[in-house]
């Protein structure tokens, strides 16, 4: 059974009852720079499917305390230096402050460790260009948690039904991505575009993962994209409202919108749809809740040639991700996601970042 929490995106870490891929002590990891709480859906996410966790370090002694009180088998480490030294440790996870979370994982790779960091796993073209160096060097993983699909059951399994041709060739995909400011809880960087990389760079990443997976594109053009401070003069380093136009090179389009103006009477901290158009039919996938009827919720509205369905995805179909990635750091393999796909998404979102900045 899954279970959610669904008020604040912040610490949305689901965890589900899952087969263990690896036996006991098997698979060690560790969690570090713990500063957005999507460290825990990692964290859940790797433990489900049989990972040990290790250590845990985070210069701020409160955060650390609070992660060990939810993982108690972990021990605290003094120092970064000490999880990169400790051999029994194969994955390093973290969700540190964006504009650091390349330096983190190149210290990584380079003491021999796979790694796996929150999205965006980048702020600037030139950390993307390094990773790809010390990635093709070393032969270590440098992952991404793009959540929004890979820690959602309706966004797993969209991908499945049109892996299976439940639509066809995909044509287009629509993203709506709203998101709960939650102004008084976020930390400062959050408001600092250096160090967050700005809204689609951050929450765009996701966006163009998903297209890029239910396209099956290799690659894309960035049509428009745009980026605006519209209600929050106060913070003027942030971005509350984000939109992108792109073609992939197999034909395919993509829209989405991005904002931080989910209302405060919304049972989930973002009501995020996925539109997929199809040559042979459509699909809605509603991930986090379902207006007025069901939150949590995830569902899959398909119509094909044959039917048109109302699919429960909540607690119904996992997430299998996690233990792919497990088993693909231990045989060296590609099935949970490849490096080029986990690139490509991180590099659309800063070039249409960049673009919108010039816009």
Not at 86 to 94: G, M, N, Y
Not at 145 to 165: C, F, P, T, V, W
Not at 168 to 190: C, E, M, T, Y
Not at 210 to 226: G, P, V
Request: some cysteine; proline content about 4%; hydrophobic content about 40%.
């Amino acid at each position: 059974m899954s279970k959610h929490q669904i008020a604040s995106g912040a610490d949305y870490a689901p965890t589900a009852e899952t087969e263990k891929v690896v036996k006991p002590g098997e698979f060690i990891f560790a969690s570090a720079f713990l500063d957005h709480g999507h460290i825990n859906g990692q964290t859940n996410g790797l433990k489900d499917a049989g990972a040990m966790l290790k250590w845990a370090f985070d210069p701020d002694a409160e955060r650390l305390a609070d992660f060990l009180e939810k993982n108690p088998e972990a021990q605290a480490a003094e120092s970064y230096e000490q999880i990169l030294n400790d051999p029994e440790v194969k994955l390093i996870c973290s969700a540190a402050v964006p504009s650091e979370r390349a330096r983190i994982g190149f210290q990584a790779l380079e003491a021999g460790k796979d790694y796996f960091t929150d999205k965006s796993p980048f702020t600037t073209l030139e950390q993307l260009e390094q990773a790809r160096e010390l990635v093709a060097k070393t032969g270590k993983k440098y992952m991404v948690y793009y959540s929004e699909r890979l820690h959602n059951e309706g966004g797993m399994a969209a991908g499945k039904l049109i892996d299976e041709g439940a639509i066809g060739k995909v044509l287009q995909v629509i993203n709506l991505a709203p998101h709960r400011l939650s102004k008084s809880i976020r930390p400062d960087w959050f408001f600092d575009k250096e160090k967050y990389g700005g809204i689609l760079t951050d929450i765009g990443s996701h966006q163009f993962e998903q297209f890029l997976h239910y396209t099956k594109a290799k690659d894309a053009t960035i049509n428009f994209a745009r980026v605006e401070n519209f209600n929050n003069p106060d913070q003027p380093g942030l971005e509350d409202f984000g939109e992108a136009s792109l073609t992939a090179e197999n034909g395919a389009s993509f829209y989405c919108r991005l904002d931080w103006f989910t209302p405060d009477g919304s049972a989930s901290w973002g009501d995020g749809r996925t539109f997929v158009v199809g040559t042979e039919g459509t699909m809605e996938v509603r991930k986090y809740m379902d207006v007025a009827r069901e939150a949590p919720a995830s569902k899959i509205f398909l119509v094909n040639g044959t039917e048109e369905r109302e699919i429960q995805c909540l607690e119904n179909t996992g997430f299998p991700f996690f233990g792919d990635l497990i088993l693909d750091c231990i045989n060296r393999t590609e099935y949970a996601m490849t490096q080029a796909h986990a690139f490509k998404a991180a590099e659309l979102s800063l070039k249409a970042q960049a673009l919108a900045d010039v816009a």
